[in-house]
Nanobody, 127 residues
Framework: QLQLVESGGGLVQPGGSPGLSCAAS????????IGWFRQAPGKEREGVSC????????DYADSVKGRFTVSRDNAKNTAYLQMNSLEPEDTAVYYC????????????????????WGQGTQVTVST
């Protein structure tokens, strides 16, 4: 059974720097592009970041560029999202997603491109 499991969310103070993990089971992430998405209450799901299967290509939403860093460790079958300088506006449920890579550098930011999704992890930025 193909499964993605996010971890690392929780309550964070403004300016905090938590990291999220996305562990895959039932399949090998090596040939999959990974995307990170988030959905805040009352808002549509938005793309946060992506990383190609090769790890050479990454992309970020303008709202997180310079603050978030996406990475992957294919040996551990896990992807990561390091978040720095969090703001209350970053409060959302964060999801990781995977799709079989069309080519090694493929890194789409649209949720419609992804086939497999984790259950999400809540990140709340508040004092």
């Amino acid at each position: 059974q193909l499964q993605l499991v996010e971890s690392g969310g929780g309550l964070v103070q403004p300016g905090g720097s938590p990291g999220l993990s996305c562990a895959a089971s039932g399949f090998t992430l090596e040939h999959f592009t990974i995307g990170w998405f988030r959905q805040a209450p009352g808002k549509e799901r938005e793309g946060v970041s992506c990383i190609s299967s090769s790890g050479d290509m990454t992309d970020y939403a303008d709202s997180v560029k310079g603050r978030f860093t996406v990475s992957r460790d294919n040996a551990k079958n896990t992807a990561y999202l390091q978040m720095n300088s969090l703001e209350p506006e970053d409060t959302a449920v964060y999801y990781c997603a995977a799709v079989a890579a069309t080519y090694p550098g493929w890194c789409p930011m649209s949720s419609s491109e992804y086939d497999f999704w984790g259950q999400g992890t809540q990140v709340t930025v508040s004092t």
